[in-house]
Nanobody, 118 residues
């Protein structure tokens, strides 16, 4: 059974940093595009950052220059380093694994809460 388990969320003051991790029990992890999405109360889930199997990275405009996505294929883990956090970054952050092609697959983690507040 595929599992994506996020960790690293919490409460942080504005301007602070957090590092999210997502450990995937997923065969063929390296061929998946891994991503982070977030959902704030009353809002739709939105893309934060994705990293393809080839290393191509995409960021939402709102986090460019502040967040960094990375992955360790040997550990089946994807990370999101979040710096200069703002109150508007408050949301539940979800890990996503996506595979396209003949046998497409899409998986979600259960989410981790990030709260930015003084």
């Amino acid at each position: 059974q595929v599992q994506l388990v996020e960790s690293g969320g919490g409460l942080v003051q504005p301007g602070g940093s957090l590092r999210l991790s997502c450990a995937a029990s997923l065969s063929g992890f390296s061929i998946y595009t891994m991503g982070w999405y977030r959902q704030a109360p009353g809002k739709q889930r939105e893309l934060v950052a994705t990293m393809s199997s080839g290393g191509s990275i995409n960021y939402a405009d709102s986090v460019k220059g502040r967040f960094t996505i990375s992955r360790d294929n040997a550990k089946n883990t994807v990370y999101l380093q979040m710096n200069s956090l703002k109150p508007e970054d408050t949301a539940v952050y979800y890990c996503n694994a996506n595979r396209v092609g003949v046998l497409p697959r899409n998986y979600w983690g259960q989410g981790t809460q990030v709260t930015v507040s003084s």
